[in-house]
């Protein structure tokens, strides 16, 4: 590769190997000329079979202790030489015409900072499934570049970011926010990159078209196990998630999104109340409305059913719990089918 790489792409990988070699393949294995991006694996093992793939792929190997998680956005800007930063997980796939996309609408837009599009869903056998309980991007939504003390944001602002497969940034919004990403447990986000993207002002698009591949698998990476066992695992998650929006909250003052981030926080810390013990929150009215609102803005179900669990677990909360795995058991079984021939 001569000059620098227009795209970086930057997959993390921890204590996991199976899908590593997968990913890569997908994203050699792109439209757009190779020259112009680059690959970085971030990860904190060691295998012959594997780095010797990698090398003949032409990736840049990146070693983390063994212990840890260095994910620090810090980190990465220090490595990636691409003026965009392109992520994907260990276990998720790149459609082949992805970084040919990420190329031309950053290239169309220069005031452009955020970009994320749709993705498919696939079991651990990388058969596509015909249903998945994350919410379809139905339409283009597009935030322009300003002053985040005026600019509109849409309700559905916070839900347009899951998957960080799905997710490519332009690098030169990201210092002001290098703490908090360190903050934050050395861990990138999708969460994370897009409240980060959301009070910095640039501009942002979310675009519906399918680019990659989520794997959905028994992993404790990517899925809860609603069993007695996946309690201190929801308490962690949703106690992470509240730190990141408090830390974002933190950049957003007097802006529209502090009033969305808040209904966020309303949301997590009812989930999150089901499960810690003993409770270390009580709702106050404002919470409860908070609640209601964010549901009503994203047309979520969550108010009619996390207020109901929220009163039953001041009664008894093993109920409460067994409740809820309940209906995410039925929910699930109804949301996850393979699509017949695929």
């Not at 106050?284 to 207020?307: C, K, N, T």
Request: glycine content about 4%; overall charge negative.
């Amino acid at each position: 590769m001569t000059g620098a790489p227009r795209i970086s792409v930057i997959m993390l990988a921890h204590d996991r190997k199976r899908y590593v070699m997968g990913g890569i393949a997908s994203a050699v294995n792109q439209t757009l000329p190779r020259d112009r991006y680059e690959i970085l694996v971030f990860k904190n093992f060691q295998d012959p079979e594997i780095d010797a793939y990698l090398e003949r792929q032409g990736v840049r190997i990146l070693d983390s202790p063994p212990e840890s998680r260095p994910r620090t956005m810090r980190t990465v800007l220090a490595e990636a030489r691409g003026e965009i930063l392109a992520f994907l997980d260990d276990d998720d796939r790149y459609a082949p015409d992805k970084l040919a996309t990420v190329d031309r609408v950053f290239s169309e837009d220069p005031s452009l900072g955020y970009f994320h599009h749709d993705f498919f869903v696939m079991d651990d056998a990388e058969k596509r499934l015909e249903r998945s309980p994350f919410p379809r991007l139905t339409q283009r939504v597009y935030i322009p570049a300003g002053d985040v003390r005026f600019r509109a944001l849409p309700s559905n602002a916070l839900k347009i970011g899951f998957n960080s497969s799905s997710v490519s940034v332009r690098r030169d919004w990201l210092p002001p926010f290098l703490e908090s990403f360190e903050r934050r447990e050395a861990e990138l986000s999708d969460a994370m990159l897009l409240d980060c993207a959301l009070a910095s002002g640039c501009a942002i698009l979310a675009d519906p078209v399918q680019l990659t591949y989520y794997r959905y698998h028994d992993s404790w990476s990517n899925i809860l196990h609603y069993t007695d066992e996946s309690v201190p695992r929801i308490v962690d998650f949703d106690t992470v998630n509240i730190a990141v929006l408090e830390m974002v909250l933190s950049h957003a003052v007097g802006t529209p999104l502090a009033e969305l981030l808040e209904e966020g926080l309303a949301y997590l810390r009812f989930h999150r109340s089901l499960f810690v013990d003993p409770p270390d929150w009580s709702p106050r009215a404002r919470d409860v409305l908070r609640f209601l609102s964010e549901g009503i803005h994203q047309r979520d179900p969550g108010p009619a059913y996390l207020i109901p669990l929220y009163v039953m677990s001041r009664i008894s909360r093993p109920a409460a719990q067994r409740a809820y795995f309940r209906l995410a058991e039925i929910y699930r079984s109804q949301a996850y089918r393979s699509a017949p021939g695929n």
